[in-house]
């Protein structure tokens, strides 16, 4: 009896997938040569999801216009051809899916990223750094809060593998278009790196620092006020990179902190250090903990860190 029993349960487990740790045979994970979002989120990737989208889609629509999908029925006179042959049929329906396929590709789609509470939305058609960019503006503006779990919008508008010699072999070429000669501008390097530990952040944030002066010696570092972030954020074995604008006005590409009003200029405390600054907690390597972020997001990454001067 007990044998039958245990027969049993391996059939049921077999049916409905119980005892599996594998994933589903359709789900997708970010991969080298994509263009998206990053999202961090706190806890609860499925609500980030479903805010993502919405918030992408209503700023993608002011910028792009409504986001316009093919149909994919058949047509009336494919429904009368009853006499056609049933090979030629199936041949002409396989041709369809696969036109389908290509056509049915949405703006937004959101992927696996490799690492807890990140989502990745892989972008279509659109200029990821631009739409960011000006939710962030909008939501800086309006001080309007729209999303409940969402905490950073990342634009990733180039991918590559996570080596150091693939990472700096493709941004000596994709970092030209704001710093090479005769442009010319203030950075800062973000580097985070998640589920990942084969890259030395000091030696990473040197040889990018090496590659933009080369681009222009004019280049210079500013942790306080750079006109231009690099932001670096490697999970597993892709690295997302993306230059963008306003990092620190826009809070680090914070949507729960972007919405709130400036504060004033914070009081001192008997020890002379100001209350935010008591208040600030610090990192074992001596780093700010970045406001705003859960701690969560951080269990399985390394401390997010920006270039010094160190690194020119």
């Known amino acids: 009896m007990s044998g039958g029993q245990s027969e049993s349960r391996k059939r049921g487990k077999k049916r409905y997938g119980g005892g599996q740790g594998k994933r589903w045979r359709g789900s997708r994970e970010l991969e080298v040569g994509m263009q998206g979002v990053l999202i961090t989120c706190n806890m609860n990737e499925r609500k980030c999801t479903s805010e993502a989208f919405n918030l992408l889609s209503e700023y993608a629509d002011v910028l792009y216009g409504p986001e316009k999908l093919q149909s994919t029925e058949g047509s009336s006179e494919e429904e009368e051809e009853e006499d056609e042959d049933v090979e030629a049929a199936l041949k002409r329906e396989v041709e369809q899916l696969k036109g389908a396929q290509v056509k049915q590709q949405r703006r937004f789609q959101a992927l696996e990223s490799g690492a807890n509470n990140v989502i990745f939305i892989k972008t279509h058609n659109l200029e990821s750094d631009k739409l960011v960019h000006h939710i962030l503006s909008d939501l800086h503006t309006t001080k309007k809060k729209k999303s409940r779990v969402i905490l950073r919008m990342l634009p990733v508008t180039g991918t590559c593998k996570a080596f150091q010699e693939d990472m700096l072999k493709f941004l000596s070429?994709?970092?030209?278009?704001?710093?090479?000669?005769?442009?010319?501008?203030?950075?800062?390097?973000?580097?985070?790196?998640?589920?990942?530990?084969?890259?030395?952040?000091?030696?990473?944030?040197?040889?990018?620092?090496?590659?933009?002066?080369?681009?222009?010696?004019?280049?210079?570092?500013?942790?306080?006020?750079?006109?231009?972030?690099?932001?670096?954020?490697?999970?597993?074995?892709?690295?997302?990179?993306?230059?963008?604008?306003?990092?620190?006005?826009?809070?680090?590409?914070?949507?729960?902190?972007?919405?709130?009003?400036?504060?004033?200029?914070?009081?001192?405390?008997?020890?002379?250090?100001?209350?935010?600054?008591?208040?600030?907690?610090?990192?074992?390597?001596?780093?700010?903990?970045?406001?705003?972020?859960?701690?969560?997001?951080?269990?399985?990454?390394?401390?997010?860190?920006?270039?010094?001067?160190?690194?020119?």
Do not use: M
């Open 173 to 312: 070429t994709f970092l030209e278009p704001w710093f090479k000669t005769p442009n010319a501008a203030s950075y800062q390097i973000v580097f985070k790196a998640r589920n990942s530990s084969h890259n030395k952040r000091e030696d990473i944030i040197k040889a990018i620092a090496g590659l933009v002066g080369k681009l222009n010696p004019k280049n210079k570092v500013d942790l306080t006020s750079p006109e231009l972030t690099i932001i670096v954020e490697v999970i597993k074995a892709v690295c997302c990179v993306s230059v963008v604008r306003d990092y620190t006005l826009f809070r680090k590409y914070n949507v729960q902190e972007v919405v709130k009003e400036d504060t004033a200029k914070p009081e001192e405390t008997k020890e002379g250090e100001t209350k935010e600054e008591s208040k600030k907690e610090k990192n074992s390597d001596g780093t700010e903990h970045p406001e705003g972020e859960d701690t969560a997001e951080n269990r399985h990454s390394t401390d997010e860190h920006t270039g010094t001067a160190e690194g020119e």
